[in-house]
């Protein structure tokens, strides 16, 4: 087995009336939220299926399915720390993560290091351990429009040292 895997993930989600805004286990003021099964945090949920995939645990929707009422409502930021056990169950902890998040609004940057402690407290690894980025999609597409967001993470894993 090698010492180190890298795994990719991706989440979008449109926007919905009438819920929280929730990225990276942050609650951010915006009039609207993310539609979706759980709480709808696609931070939490592209870094979890980055860190599944980097492990070969399958993906979020496997380990936690969407039809299943126990998940309805259910804390993204749970459910990472949760996947994160189950690498470290099978020899993984998070070694890096870089996470892009795609939005024009609202504006990201005020959050992004609150992001960061939720999310390395949550995958089980430092402060440092964990990059998080906002982007525009410079008006094109559905993002570009407003309609949604999307992110994309990157996860490194190491080897557990025995």
Excluded at 25 to 51: E, F, K, M, N
Excluded at 55 to 74: H, Y
Excluded at 84 to 90: D, G, P, Q, T, Y
Excluded at 101 to 115: G, N, Q, R, S, T
């Amino acid at each position: 087995m090698s010492g180190l895997r890298i795994g990719i993930g991706y989440d979008s989600h449109r926007f919905v009336e009438g819920r929280p805004l929730v990225l990276g286990g942050v609650t951010i003021p915006h009039d609207r939220g993310l539609d979706g099964w759980s709480d709808a945090d696609a931070v939490a949920h592209a870094l979890t299926d980055a860190i599944l995939g980097a492990a070969t645990l399958g993906d979020i929707g496997q380990l936690f399915p969407p039809d299943n009422p126990k998940w309805k409502d259910a804390s993204s930021i749970d459910l990472l720390r949760r996947a994160s056990l189950k690498a470290a169950e099978v020899g993984f902890s998070l070694a890096h993560a870089d996470i892009t998040i795609i939005a024009e609004a609202p504006k990201l940057a005020p959050y992004v290091d609150e992001m960061r402690e939720k999310l390395a407290d949550a995958a089980i690894a430092g402060f440092s351990n964990l990059s998080v980025k906002a982007k525009t999609n410079e008006g094109m597409g559905f993002i570009g429009r407003g309609e949604g967001i999307a992110v994309i993470a990157v996860a490194l894993l190491e080897e557990a040292r025995t």
